[in-house]
């Protein structure tokens, strides 16, 4: 299964993914917001439960390409939270590119992709989206797709509370909102 847009193609992974997404979780300025960088065999592993997903469900966390030059930009897609949030159960929808990526409308576009996926594929009522309250980035994309802003602030179970990353904004997006 795959998704493709005007600039790029969303796809199963690939062995030739893995160096540059290891590059990408070891990276300080694309990690800014998580809890900490993954070494190689945690971003290995990560790839591998992300293609598993795929490969169980025909939907997950897509390996994002770009058309022009082939080139692995990072991942972009759906995905169960293992943890329980405050609003479980959900689906939420998430997009990591590498720092030479950015600022290039490829998050947007790739997010746009999936969340018509979301709708008219799977038939999802409604996604979540998530991020520390402080990456205004996020938010950003989160708002260019349609998103809105729930205004339920809350704390994150995985991040220690007197962390900077705990306090979190949820954002949705319903399949009635977006079809219209």
Not at 79 to 97: N, T
Request: hydrophobic share 45%; with cysteine.
């Amino acid at each position: 299964m795959k998704i493709e847009t005007e600039r790029l193609v969303l796809r199963n992974w690939l062995k030739r993914d893995l160096k540059p997404f290891a590059s990408m979780n070891s990276d300080p300025v694309v990690m800014e917001f998580f809890p900490k960088m993954l070494s190689e065999d945690e971003s290995n592993a990560m790839a591998a439960n992300i293609q598993n997903h795929l490969d169980r469900e025909g939907w997950g966390l897509w390996a994002v390409e770009r058309k022009d030059c082939g080139k692995f930009i990072g991942f972009t897609g759906l995905s169960v939270p293992k943890v329980i949030l405050p609003f479980s159960p959900c689906v939420e929808i998430g997009w990591r590119l590498a720092k030479e990526h950015w600022g290039k409308g490829f998050a947007s576009e790739a997010a746009r992709a999936v969340l018509k996926f979301a709708f008219s594929e799977i038939q999802l009522e409604e996604v979540v989206s998530f991020t520390a309250k402080i990456n205004l980035r996020s938010q950003a994309v989160m708002k260019r797709i349609g998103m809105q802003n729930t205004d339920f602030d809350f704390k994150h179970p995985n991040v220690p509370p007197e962390s900077i990353l705990c306090h979190h904004v949820l954002f949705k997006a319903f399949r009635t909102l977006l079809s219209s």
